[in-house]
Every structure is written in C-alpha cells, then in structure tokens.
C-alpha cells in the first residue's frame, strides 16, 4: 500500500510541473510534442528525415534528446543544425517533467515554434509520464511484431498520432497493418495511424504536415 502511495505522489507531482509546462509554452505560441516508441523502433531517423525536408524551417525547432547514456542521437540532431539538448537519466527508463522543465531553461527559444521530445526508449514507462507535451506521438515499426498495442495499451490509448515505421521490410515479415491498426482503435478510436519508412523517408506527410502548420 505504500508503494502505491509513493508512486501516486510522484505522477501527481510530475503531472503539475507538466501542467506548467504546457501552460508557458503554449503562452509562448511554442508546441511541444513527445515522441515515444522502442529501443530501434527508428524514432530518431525519422526525425532525422522529417526535418531534412525543405518546408521545414531547422530554425524553429529545437530538439530534447533522452538517453539513459550516450550523446550520439543529440549529435546527429545538432550535425543537421537543429537546436538540441541532451538528457541522460544515468540507468532511469523514462524521463519526468522535471527533467524536461529545466532542458528548456537551458534552450534558446528565440523564434522557436516547435519543441520536439525524442523520448527514451521503452512502451511502458515512458507512457505513464505527462512532459507538458501539446501532442504524443507513438512509433512502433513492423519488425517489432502485430501484438504491441493490446501488450502495451498505455502508449497507444493515450497517442494522438502512431506511425508505423519500417513498412518497406513488411514484405519481409508477418506483420498485419489493417490488424495493427484495429488494435490501436479498439483503445483509442481518435488516433490517427500511418505508415512510414523513416528510412526510405516515404508517407511522412502526416508529419511534415503537422510541423509546418503552426
């Protein structure tokens, strides 16, 4: 019962600071979007391919990377000329507001519109924590297999977009799309679900879309 109790106290207590989040940033005209999936669900090339896209201005957004160690996906953000922000949870699987709330005091937001969480890797606990986020993005890709939705509904329930990544290797395994995509509805009938290759940068529009729309 006390374990309950602590872990009830400590989301309550991230839940205000990512209420406060959201309210600056959204007084700052600044969205913020948290992009979450597993370790290899390809969440960084696909950033990497959404903002190598023409109509996107690098200049107004700026990236937080969460790590539990390394720098390495920071540095592809910062070689593409994106403002980033590196955070590493030393071992912790998720990250909190807390963390998120002085990664910003640390970026320049000066004419940024579009802040973009790239989550640590992991279905479980990173879904349990509110970043202050205006949009959540779930990644999963078909080499991961059909049952991750009703496995891992927490992710899926609350996401406002999921994309399928690594559709060009569908071919290559039993990956079901339209049973995929069911299972996603059955939790949350409002999700919009896409197909993408991050890697062969095809059917990112619904993203591109969304960043260039302010």
Same mark, same amino acid.
């Given at each position: 019962m006390k374990t309950i109790t602590v872990n009830v106290n400590v989301l309550n207590k991230n839940d205000e600071i990512a209420s406060l989040i959201?309210?600056?940033?959204?007084?700052?005209? #600044?969205?913020?979007?948290?992009?979450?999936?597993?370790?290899?669900?390809?969440?960084?090339?696909?950033?990497?391919?959404?903002?190598s896209d023409e109509r996107i201005d690098k200049n107004t957004v700026a990236v937080i990377e969460g790590d539990l160690y390394t720098d390495k996906d920071a540095q592809r953000m910062q070689d593409m000329g994106i403002r980033t922000i590196q955070l590493n949870t030393e071992g912790a699987c998720h990250l909190e507001a807390d963390m998120i709330q002085r990664a910003l005091e640390e970026i320049d937001l000066d004419? #940024?519109?579009?802040? /973009? /969480?790239? $989550?640590i890797g992991n279905l479980v606990c990173t879904a349990e924590f509110s970043l202050g986020e205006h949009i959540r993005i779930g990644v999963a890709s078909v080499t991961e297999g059909n049952d991750k939705p009703l496995k891992y509904p927490l992710l899926f329930r609350t996401a406002d977009m999921v994309l399928i990544n690594k559709v060009d290797l569908q071919p290559y395994t039993n990956f079901d799309v339209e049973r995929f995509?069911?299972?996603?509805?059955?939790?949350?009938? $409002?999700?919009?679900?896409?197909?993408?290759?991050?890697?062969?940068?095809?059917?990112?529009?619904?993203?591109?879309?969304m960043l260039t729309t302010v």
């Open positions: 959201k309210e600056d940033l959204t007084k700052k005209n #600044i969205r913020m979007i948290n992009l979450l999936g597993t370790p290899g669900s390809g969440k960084t090339t696909l950033l990497e391919a959404v903002l004419g #940024i519109n579009t802040v /973009i /969480i790239d $989550n995509t069911q299972d996603i509805h059955s939790l949350n009938e $409002n999700a919009e679900v896409y197909t993408c290759s991050a890697y062969k940068a095809t059917g990112l529009e619904p993203v591109i879309k």
